[in-house]
């Protein structure tokens, strides 16, 4: 089964930037439409963005659209969420999902494999 793999949460300042990535292992990452999720203590994980398997599509929840950019490197077997302009609401734990679906989903029981997830903290 495919693994995914976090790495690039912490902390930053209101205004400021953050890249988070996420590694895929025992699979092809080509193969899969690729999303972020986050979740905060006591809420359910929501969608953040999600990216065809080719990268020519993507989609983004509104609250951050023109400021994160998804983006995929298939020949690295990595995805990465650019964020710019972050606020203190952005704080959460983010989540990397994978689906072998060739759309764009939003759901996350439509998701076939997850990371452990990184913190993003977004202090004001």
């Known amino acids: 089964q495919v693994h995914l793999l976090e790495s690039g949460g912490g902390l930053a300042q209101s205004g400021g930037s953050l890249r988070i990535s996420c590694t895929v292992s025992e699979g092809t990452i080509g193969s899969y439409t690729m999303a972020w999720f986050r979740q905060t203590p006591g809420k359910e994980r929501d969608f953040v963005a999600a990216?065809?398997?080719?990268?020519?599509?993507?989609s983004y929840k509104d609250p951050v659209k023109g400021r994160f950019t998804i983006s995929r490197d298939n020949a690295k077997n990595t995805m990465s969420l650019q964020m710019d302009s972050l606020k203190p609401e952005d704080t959460a734990v983010y989540y990397c999902a994978a689906s072998e679906q060739g759309y764009i989903l939003y759901s996350e029981a439509e998701y076939d494999a997850w990371g452990r997830g990184t913190q993003v903290t977004v202090s004001s």
């Open positions: 990216i065809t398997k080719t990268g020519t599509g993507s």
